[in-house]
Structure formats: structure tokens, C-alpha cells
């Protein structure tokens, strides 16, 4: 019910919703995620690089984490590590960081 209200909530908006499934795929979590991010950012202007790429990076990582850690709470279990992005503020890094939550 809660699921349903949130996305109408954001269809009404026009914003975008991914569906995160109990079974959840990571790779098809984050292939959907990053289609609706970067169809969200168009044409915004992007962050300067250095500090306030590196800060942004970490608040992606702990509201992730976040998630994650209630998503295990929820399931009971803990789920494989994952690819947390690279905090080192250089524009255009793609490196990850796998970890678990414990790791994190
Ligand atoms: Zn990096």
C-alpha cells in the first residue's frame, strides 16, 4: 500500500520509480536507477569537481547504505556487498567499492 502511494505520489509529479523487488538484482536495480537519474539530470549543471563531487558522493553512499541496511533489517539477512562509488571527487570516476553493510 505504502509502495502504491509513493508511486503515485511521484507519477503525479512526473518523477521517476524503481521498483525494488525483495529478490532484489543489484545489476538491474542500478541499470534502472542510473537510466532515471540521468533522464532527471538533463540538462542540469553538473557539480563542480573536487570537495562538492566527493561530498555529494558520500551522501549517495550513506542514503544507500541507509536503504540497504533497512532492506536487510526488513528480510532478516544480509545481503552481498555493494558497489559504493569512489569519494575521490574526480569528475567522470567510475570506481566502486564493494562492501556490506557491516563493512561500510
Ligand atoms: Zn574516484
Request: glycine share 8%; hydrophobic share 40%.
Amino acid at each position: 500500500m505504502i509502495g502504491s502511494r509513493l508511486g503515485a505520489a511521484a507519477a503525479q509529479e512526473g518523477l521517476p520509480v524503481v521498483d525494488v523487488p525483495t529478490d532484489v538484482r543489484w545489476d538491474g536495480v542500478t541499470a534502472a536507477v542510473r537510466t532515471a537519474v540521468i533522464a532527471a539530470l538533463a540538462g542540469r549543471p553538473r557539480l563542480r569537481p573536487g570537495p562538492e563531487l566527493a561530498a555529494r558522493r558520500r551522501h549517495e553512499n550513506d542514503v544507500v547504505h541507509r536503504q540497504i541496511s533497512a532492506h536487510e533489517q526488513q528480510i532478516g539477512a544480509t545481503l552481498p556487498p555493494f558497489p559504493y562509488a569512489c569519494t575521490c571527487g574526480r569528475s567522470g570516476c567510475a570506481d566502486v567499492d564493494p562492501a556490506t553493510t557491516a563493512d561500510y
